[in-house]
């Protein structure tokens, strides 16, 4: 009869063991595999860290060059003779540096605008 307990004692001890090392591999798996998404994470970060900074840039300098446009633009629509259909010289031109400012912003992979 002692024997009984003796073996139940056993299986328990050894199911138990067993219980213990399979959560303890899946824990270190987990573990890993964590790793490996910080890395991987860490990487793409890296990697579009130089691109953001040249978009940034780029994007600054857009707003320079856009607020001198949209000053010409507005002294150009508030003039008298706006309703006249017929463009001048300061109109052409005015149009040409939008032109020439959108295809000299660098960092961007849009294609450029055609001018005349």
């Not at 299986?11 to 910080?38: F, P």
């Not at 990487?43 to 446009?69: C, D, F, G, L």
């Not at 309703?83 to 959108?102: E, G, H, K, P, W």
Request: proline fraction near 2%; charged fraction near 25%.
């Amino acid at each position: 009869m002692k024997w009984r307990y003796v073996l139940m004692e056993l299986v328990v001890a050894i199911s138990a063991t067993a219980l213990i090392s399979w959560r303890s591999g899946w824990n270190a798996h987990a573990d890993h595999i964590n790793a490996l998404a910080v890395d991987n994470r860490d990487k793409a970060e890296k990697a579009i860290q130089p691109v953001e900074k040249k978009a940034a840039a780029a994007s600054a300098e857009a707003k320079v060059i856009y607020r001198t446009i949209t000053r010409d633009v507005v002294k150009y629509v508030q003039s008298p003779d706006r309703t006249v259909c017929q463009f001048d010289d300061n109109a052409v031109q005015l149009r040409q540096r939008a032109i020439d400012a959108a295809n000299a912003i660098s960092g961007f992979d849009a294609g450029s605008v055609q001018g005349k």
